[in-house]
């Protein structure tokens, strides 16, 4: 049999800094537990349109479509800040998530241990914080047509469309209620079933998914609600699931429970392929970070654990993903911290690539 297959998308600003450090890792992989990946990269975002004048190129999304799973940096820059919309760095990535039709995105919430002090809010209402964020990503007000501006009478009019049809919804939900069967057995639904449409659909057809899961407690918030109480009482979900635009906003609420947006990664996945594997692209929550680009400060760790959730839901390595998240933790329990992780106390910042040097460390001691 044929190696796994993984494309490299590094993008732009700390995305290549941080995919070095997981190309180490997949390398370590291949020399000391014989899982070799057929590893191939490519330009996606700014640094694709620098090249080709497009923020994804049609061969790029073509191999896309042929490898077994996807590894994303981040995209975008000032640079890129004035260029038409049809060829900004995100269009690159939100082609990629349609055509790819990675209509289940998961986005982990977990509070480290070590990292508790961080958060901004009070530590006994953070710790031991283990969330799962479901989000649509195919579909509603990021693609429903008609969208644009137009001209109305003297003046002009911006339009998005927020369409959710019933197999899209159930789809999303069937992914979250297994999730939730593998978890706590607890599932809230996010929408605004008071003001919207989609919303009563949104709530309706969940409800109805709920049958053939039955284990699973069910809840159903009002999405702002869901907001409010992320940041009030964070440890009362398990796996919550809600539509693209809220499930954007709410999974950087969830992220910035844990303390740094430098440690989340997120997996975006399809329908199986022909070999059985999910279509699959895995990607840190964090952006490009131009701030802190090219000084050797950006934080790995979101995009490590991002190779972990591949482990996990692609290649069918659980074990190792356990092995990389405990190689992780361990890291961090000793005290070495990158810059965006730096509290009160003075603690000197690792670079990026000892960070790298680290995990590695620590993965050897594993064995
Ligand atoms: C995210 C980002 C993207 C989104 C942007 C970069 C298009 O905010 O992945 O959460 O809005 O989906
Ligand atoms: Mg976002």
Known sequence: MSNPS??????????????AQVTRIIDW????????FDVSTDLVGGAAYDAHGVPLHDDTMARAMEVDAVLLGAVGGPKYDDLDFSVKPERGLLRLR?????????????????????????????????????RELTSGVYFGEPRGIFNEGNERVGINTQRYTESEIE?????????????????CSMEKANVMESGV??????????????EVELSHMYADNGAMQLVRAPNQFDVIV???????????????????????PSASLGAPMDNGRPRAMYEPVHGSAPDITGQAKANPIACILSFAMA?????????????????IETVLADGLRTADLLGEDGVTPVSTSEMGDAILAALDASL
């Open 6 to 19: 993984i494309l490299i998308l590094a993008g732009d600003g700390i995305g290549p800094e941080v995919m």
């Open 29 to 36: 992989y291949g020399n000391k537990r014989d899982l070799t």
């Open 98 to 134: 349609k055509e790819m039709d990675l209509f289940s995105n998961l986005r982990p919430a977990q509070c480290f241990d070590a990292l508790a002090d961080f958060s901004s809010l009070k530590k006994d209402i953070v710790a031991g914080l283990d969330i799962m964020i479901v």
């Open 171 to 187: 789809r999303v939900a069937r992914s979250a209620f297994d999730l939730a069967m593998a978890r706590g057995k607890k599932l």
């Open 201 to 214: 659909l949104w709530r309706e057809v969940v409800t109805r998914v709920h049958a053939d899961y039955p």
């Open 242 to 264: 809600t539509d693209n635009l809220f499930g954007d906003i709410l999974s950087d609420v969830a992220a910035m429970l844990t303390g740094s947006l430098g440690m989340l």
């Open 311 to 327: 482990l996990r839901y692609s290649f069918d390595q659980g074990a190792e993903a356990d092995r990389l998240e405990a190689a």
